[in-house]
């Protein structure tokens, strides 16, 4: 019989993995952190799509940790790519620029730049497993994209209006 837990970022219920690997400050379960590994598996590709550059930023945002500085920053970074793309018009493809912006900014101590957000309940939300469970490529991409989605509106509910106020002031500020 196979032992069920469930992943405490995204709430997906999977087969146990004991002593499976996990990031190391994102959290999730072993079996979630290697269907989210899997994505990059070539037998079972995701169809081409720019929304494919956003997997990282949906998949950290939903899998938070516990407060610390690096997971405070991680977060607020990853939270701000999918707002400067699905609030302010910018280009899937920009994903990396947009995710290297915050650390240009010399003038701000780096841990005090951004708080803890409480994260949003995924209690029934999309999630990676739903993603690697689609038969074929356009399918695990379209999914993916309604994935994405969904977890930014989760994310924007409660803490848009701060992650907007963060992108002005460390994406397009070009005060150094």
């Known amino acids: 019989m196979t032992t069920l837990e469930t992943c405490p970022g995204c ?11 996990i990031h190391r400050y994102m959290t ?7 269907i989210f590994n899997s994505l990059n598996d070539p037998d079972r ?19 938070p940790g516990t407060p610390s500085d690096q997971t405070i920053n ?14 302010r018009g910018f280009k899937p493809e920009q994903a990396l620029w947009l995710r290297q912006r915050p650390g240009r900014i010399k003038s701000t101590e780096k841990h005090s730049r951004f708080h803890w957000l409480t994260p ?8 990676v497993t739903d993603v690697a469970n689609c038969k074929t490529p356009l399918e695990r991409s379209e999914l993916l994209e309604r994935w994405i989605k969904d977890v930014w509106s989760r994310w924007s509910e409660e803490h848009g209006e701060q992650i907007g106020i963060w992108f002005e002031r460390f994406v397009i500020s070009e005060r150094l």
């Open 11 to 21: 709430q997906a219920v999977l087969p146990k993995i004991e002593n499976g690997a």
């Open 28 to 34: 999730s379960s072993a079996g979630c952190w290697a």
């Open 45 to 63: 590709p995701l169809a081409p799509s720019t929304f494919n550059n956003l997997i990282v930023d949906a998949y950290a945002v939903q899998h």
């Open 74 to 87: 991680s977060v607020a970074i990853h939270a701000m790519v999918l707002y400067g793309i699905l609030e």
């Open 120 to 127: 949003p309940a995924f209690a029934s939300s999309l999630n």
